[in-house]
């Protein structure tokens, strides 16, 4: 099946450094993607959705300037932190929809952002 | 707008029993996708169905049953025979079109799940 995979896995970062975070669809080219956060025991919360040669739309809440979201390939987004906070710690999940027009959603395996 | 609803937050259960886990959902459009996930303690989200809003056959496979009514606007989702390799945390999603096109996935709350040995 179809494969997503995120970079890095995990990353503990001092408090005001900028995290990138990439997400890659390895066998398809996704024209829409999508990032996620969950908190523990939560939920996953929609953040973005990022298209690629466009501009993402944010959800309702989500700081674009705090969470820049750059989809510059087919095959590539990539969602910056910056200056990220210790309530920046999270688990970041991106996800792609295959853009064959089959409406599947394959998710990334995630990133845990500890801020310290 | 978009809902979805579990109500149960956690089930806990003994090897062998079988369990169903809930999901109702809230939306405007006629045509939308829903999906059952399974995250596991690794953290990785695991695709286990896909319904369009158009086909509510039921499905089976293995040990996995999904009952979807849209009369009720439900989903549910039930396993047979559970096993504590089953436990993890369970999210229903729904995903409908938006406005703007392209289509938005949102997740309910999820159920945890714990098999005992």
């Known amino acids: 099946g179809a494969v997503v995979s995120q970079h890095p896995s995990r990353v503990i970062c001092k408090s005001g450094t900028s995290v990138k975070i990439e997400c890659r669809s390895l066998d398809f080219q996704a024209t829409t993607m999508f990032w996620y956060r969950q908190f523990p025991k939560k939920s996953l919360m929609l953040m973005a959705t990022?298209?690629?040669?466009?501009?993402?739309?944010?959800e309702q809440g989500v700081e674009k300037d705090k969470f820049l979201i750059n989809h510059a390939s087919l095959t590539l987004s990539t969602l910056t932190v910056t200056s990220a906070h210790p309530e920046d710690s999270s688990f970041y999940i991106c996800?792609?929809?295959?853009?064959?027009?089959?409406?599947?959603?394959?998710f990334g395996p995630g990133t845990r952002l500890t801020v310290t | 707008a978009q809902k979805v609803t579990q109500a149960q937050t956690e089930i806990s259960v003994v090897e062998k029993e079988d369990v169903t886990l809930d999901c109702v959902y809230e939306?405007?459009?006629?045509?939308?996708?829903l999906f059952w996930y399974k995250q596991p303690p690794s953290g990785e989200l695991v695709f286990l169905i896909r319904r369009n809003s158009f086909d509510e056959q039921n499905e089976i496979s293995g040990r996995y049953s999904w009952n979807f009514q849209k009369s009720t606007s439900s989903f549910n989702f039930t396993i047979t025979a559970s096993q504590v390799v089953d436990s993890a945390v369970y999210f229903c999603a729904l995903s409908e079109p938006r406005n703007t096109g392209g289509f938005k996935t949102i997740f309910g709350a999820g159920t945890r799940l714990f098999v005992k040995a």
């Open positions: 990022s298209n690629e040669g466009s501009k993402a739309t944010y």
């Open positions: 939306t405007r459009d006629t045509t939308y996708y």
């Open positions: 996800s792609a929809r295959d853009g064959g027009g089959s409406y599947e959603q394959y």
